[in-house]
């Protein structure tokens, strides 16, 4: 019986111990990763992410790989603010670009140079895009290795273009064009013009960089209010109110509205490239407008990195195993070519040969890589807050309560107040 308890007891030990350093384990040998990612199961990418967990884990019975889908990047940030004060953290998880700084002064994030072997490490990281890189390494030290990269684009229906008179082959190119072209839409057609992708600020930040504009100047002075960005927001509320311009803030309506052929175009990620392709050949890609002709194509980075986090040294190790094997030259291409994504690698490149080529969609998408910068980096943990001051200035003049002069000078007063 003093045998048993005994057993018993030390069962209950490893089971708490377990829960405590948040590391489950089948069995003696096996290492359980955990990877927090926006890919749920049934979407563009998720089906395929599950694809490549299950391929790693066949070939790796020392390890687990298991997925937990979360709907957006600002949801695995609330995770993560949860994580932290309940030390419950993942092994890793994709970090949307922007919200970097964030998890650095979180103190929860391992630089990855920790953990890997010294002799890869300049091999590897070399091979990444610098626009992807320099975001995510910190005082010398990787913290997140590039997943997935977007650029911003302007989706349009060709075939509507031919209908409302204008040459499909001859996209607008500044914003001024942009706007004139989005009322022959409306006019010609009965549809919305325009649509922007509004879950969050990036279409509004991408727009405002190519006309020369920015959030936080280089002396990280905010300039939300600038009357560059006053002027663009001010265009955005004049086309909802003469209906040129649609508003929502659920994306995946206006995904689907867009879809429909009742908007003629659409700023949004160049994710979508290769489910256009094969849903709707009629659609186009178009370079985002300039704010002039003079002015420098410029747009902040989309997409994701995969920062480490990880309880103990065995499962950090495991992770670190995992993202080698997710960000090898041929999986990236692989799972380039399957989500729409850019490649993160540039040797992935050599495997995409005769997937790009004639794929002039996907080819503007590749070109614009070299006019991607760092997104806004708020230097505090309230960057979801900070968002949403923005977003609420956007939705005000939007939907025509507020003037664009008012929204963001009150949006400047209250992000002052959070930094």
């Given at each position: 019986m003093k045998k048993l308890i005994g057993?018993?007891?030390?069962?209950?030990i490893s089971i708490c111990v377990c829960f405590a350093t948040g590391v489950t384990e089948t069995n003696t040998e096996k290492t359980?990763?955990?990877?927090?990612?926006?890919y749920g199961e049934g979407s563009w990418s998720g089906d395929y992410m599950i694809e490549i967990v299950d391929e790693f884990n066949a070939a790796n019975t020392d390890i687990e790989v298991k997925l937990q889908a979360y709907p957006d990047y600002a949801s695995i940030i609330e995770a993560l603010q949860r994580g932290v004060v309940g030390n419950q953290l993942p092994s890793i998880a994709s970090i949307g670009y922007g919200y970097d700084r964030y998890v650095l002064n979180s103190g929860k994030a391992v630089p990855f140079?920790?953990?890997?072997?010294?002799?890869?490490?300049?091999?590897y990281f070399s091979d990444f895009y610098d626009s992807g890189l320099d975001v995510t390494t910190f005082d010398g030290k990787v913290y997140g290795v590039p997943f997935a990269m977007s650029v911003p684009v302007v989706f349009y229906h060709s075939d509507l273009f031919e209908k409302a008179g204008l040459d499909p082959n001859n996209p607008p190119t500044t914003w001024k064009e942009f706007i004139e072209t989005s009322k022959v839409l409306n006019e010609k057609l009965d549809i919305?013009?325009?649509?922007?992708?509004?879950?969050?600020?990036?279409?509004?930040?991408?727009?405002?960089?190519?006309?020369?504009?920015?959030?936080?100047?280089?002396?990280?002075?905010?300039?939300?209010?600038?009357?560059?960005?006053?002027?663009?927001l001010s265009d955005?509320?004049?086309?909802?109110?003469?209906?040129?311009?649609?508003?929502?803030?659920?994306?995946?309506?206006?995904?689907?509205?867009?879809?429909?052929?009742?908007?003629?175009?659409?700023?949004?990620?160049?994710?979508g490239t290769v489910i256009y392709r094969d849903s709707d050949p009629a659609i186009k890609v178009a370079t985002l407008p300039?704010?002039?002709?003079?002015?420098?194509?410029?747009?902040?980075?989309?997409?994701?990195?995969?920062?480490?986090?990880?309880?103990?040294?065995?499962?950090?190790?495991?992770?670190?195993?995992?993202?080698?094997?997710?960000t090898s030259p041929e999986v990236n291409a692989d799972w380039a070519m399957n989500s729409g994504y850019l490649p993160t690698r540039k040797s992935s490149i050599n495997y995409m040969t005769e997937f790009i080529?004639?794929?002039?969609?996907?080819?503007?998408?590749?070109?614009?890589?070299?006019?991607?910068?760092?997104?806004?980096?708020?230097?505090?943990?309230?960057?979801?807050?900070?968002?949403?001051?923005?977003?609420?200035?956007?939705?005000?003049?939007?939907?025509?309560?507020?003037s664009a002069d008012a929204a963001l000078d009150n949006a400047y007063f209250e992000i002052n107040k959070l930094l």
């Open positions: 057993i018993l007891l030390i069962l209950s359980i990763v955990t990877f927090w990612q926006p140079n920790d953990v890997m072997a010294t002799d890869k490490q300049e091999k919305y013009g325009a649509a922007f992708a509004l879950d969050d600020p990036w279409a509004f930040e991408c727009l405002l960089r190519s006309s020369n504009g920015s959030f936080l100047d280089e002396d990280g002075n905010l300039t939300i209010n600038s009357s560059t960005a006053k002027n663009i955005w509320g004049e086309g909802t109110e003469e209906g040129y311009f649609l508003y929502n803030s659920n994306f995946f309506e206006t995904l689907m509205t867009f879809g429909a052929n009742e908007v003629g175009m659409f700023v949004v990620s160049s994710y300039k704010g002039n002709e003079n002015d420098t194509l410029n747009a902040p980075i989309g997409g994701n990195a995969i920062y480490l986090f990880g309880n103990s040294d065995a499962e950090r190790e495991a992770a670190v195993k995992f993202v080698e094997y997710l080529d004639g794929f002039d969609n996907y080819k503007k998408n590749i070109d614009f890589i070299d006019n991607l910068s760092a997104p806004t980096q708020w230097p505090e943990r309230n960057v979801l807050k900070i968002n949403q001051k923005i977003m609420d200035a956007i939705e005000g003049v939007m939907l025509n309560t507020n």
